[in-house]
């Protein structure tokens, strides 16, 4: 065939494959584009808006996913290719008024009619049993508040009181009806999330329980009402969800020691391995949470979530430098937790004498990082040093400190602080932190400072996380009452 043939042939094949594509098109529209994942129209009668925000609410806050214009009918239409995580959301105009509604096990192809001036009370659904069920509630709630408002008044005080307490216990009862008869409505689950676990008072053999085991089945079952092993959950107001987990740990377990706390967290985050949205925010603000804690103690709980949960395949979210970052800090915490042996350090004095902390010879030792360059050491390290000197003596107690951030300019600085605090017992010795055996700032991981450490004289790590606020009281508990100290 010749060239011009052949060209020609060709063309003919490209306009066959092009009216066959846009054939296909037409044939086959939904193949062409994306299908709609949701598509809700919300209508309000009267309403003066032209636009109108769609977001749901997640853990301690609230996203919007969309937005949409009125049109020419007084509605406003979202609709998206991409699928709407389960949840509460809500409907917003540019003032802060919203209403409420529910995404959960049905597709999101809604439509509510309203009327301007209370959207919740005049709502009306289709095509979402869920949200009939959940108006049908409010509607309930919002005749509660308008008979209460209603007396106000017109009632004494007491008698009010006790208006109001019927009223409530009588919504209470409704909604626990709602919880038992439709456990497998949202709305049930976030009812039933925020209410507490009743302990039983007798025991499955008819025993009365005592103070002790009721409390310890509180512990165990706090989190049964609330169903960790559902991704909606997440997206739910801050007092459904996000209040009940920090309550739990921030004020049940105020004070546990760090294997307590890691016992429940390990139950809870069991639990919610089958809701991945909800493991990973529970392991990344809980890693956070216990990574920032002020209580010496609980650098354990961080080092057990962070090499159980955070550096391990059920962490699916992470990029591998962002697990090395944590891994490596977790590692440096985890030969520093009270009760493990403190690493060694050889420093020299200003006379270029060496210093060894494990040789220190005596029977408590403060060990000490911080610098005359830091504001809060200024402030806090002639008061550390007062009750040190108050102390030293009684309880056989010498300070091995180390001058953090060493060059020429500083080592000045460093000399006249020292000389004009009267910082000079023989007790208190001071160290150049410019050699020495190790790279200190990388084994004691000293990225701030002042950072103070109580050490005995077998060299383990009795307290940390020290301040000029805590340290005498510390000194008082642990070096006055040998039992009080940890072991290895």
Not at 314 to 325: H, L, R, V
């Amino acid at each position: 065939m010749s060239s011009p043939a052949r060209y020609l042939c060709m063309k003919r094949i490209i306009r066959i494959t092009i009216l066959l594509a846009l054939a296909l098109l037409v044939a086959f529209p939904s193949q062409a584009r994306k299908k709609n994942q949701y598509e809700i129209t919300l209508t309000i009668n009267g309403g003066k808006d032209t636009l109108m925000y769609l977001g749901h609410y997640q853990a301690k806050g609230n996203s919007v996913v969309d937005t949409a214009i009125r049109d020419k009918k007084g509605r406003f239409v979202f609709e998206g290719t991409d699928s709407l995580p389960e949840g509460l959301y809500f409907f917003a105009n540019q003032q802060g008024s919203y209403v409420e509604f529910v995404v959960y096990h049905e597709k999101p192809f809604f439509k509510f009619e309203t009327e301007q001036g209370d959207w919740t009370a005049q709502m009306k659904v289709k095509g979402s049993p869920q949200n009939e069920y959940f108006f049908q509630f409010h509607r309930i709630d919002a005749q509660v508040s308008k008979d209460l408002a209603s007396h106000v008044g017109k009632l004494d005080s007491a008698e009010f009181e006790k208006y109001k307490y019927e009223k409530l216990l009588m919504l209470d009862s409704v909604k626990m009806s709602m919880i038992l008869q439709r456990p497998d409505m949202f709305l049930s689950k976030m009812m039933r999330a925020t209410r507490d676990v009743e302990p039983p008072l007798l025991s499955p053999s008819g025993d009365t329980l005592s103070d002790d085991q009721r409390r310890d089945y509180f512990l165990a079952h706090y989190f049964d009402n609330i169903p960790l092993d559902d991704n909606a959950i997440l997206r739910t107001p801050k007092a459904v969800f996000y209040d009940r987990v920090m309550n739990f740990y921030d004020r049940v377990l105020k004070y546990a020691p760090p294997k307590t706390i890691i016992k429940y967290l390990d139950a809870m985050l069991q639990r919610s391995k089958a809701a991945p949205d909800v493991f990973q925010y529970l392991v990344v603000t809980l890693t956070q949470k216990y990574l920032q804690s002020n209580v010496m103690v609980y650098d354990e709980v961080y080092v057990h979530l962070v090499k159980n949960y955070y550096a391990t395949e059920d962490n699916f979210w992470s990029s591998p430098t962002s697990i090395d970052k944590e891994l490596t800090r977790a590692n440096k915490w985890e030969r520093l937790l009270v009760g493990r042996e403190a690493p060694e350090l050889i420093l020299f004095d200003t006379l270029h004498i060496p210093h060894s902390l494990h040789a220190f010879p005596h029977k408590w030792k403060l060990l000490v990082f911080w610098s005359p360059n830091c504001g809060h050491c200024q402030h806090s390290i002639p008061e550390v040093y007062r009750i040190f000197q108050q102390y030293s003596a009684q309880y056989d107690i010498a300070a091995f400190t180390i001058l953090s951030d060493p060059d020429d300019k500083t080592r000045v600085e460093w000399r006249n602080f020292l000389r004009d605090k009267n910082m000079n017992s023989p007790l208190w010795l001071s160290l150049d932190g410019g050699e020495a055996n190790v790279d200190w700032h990388d084994v004691y991981d000293i990225t701030s400072t002042p950072q103070i450490y109580l050490i005995d004289e077998n060299n383990i790590i009795q307290a940390k996380k020290l301040g000029e606020s805590s340290i005498e009281n510390v000194i008082k508990a642990i070096c006055g009452n040998p039992a009080a100290r940890v072991s290895e």
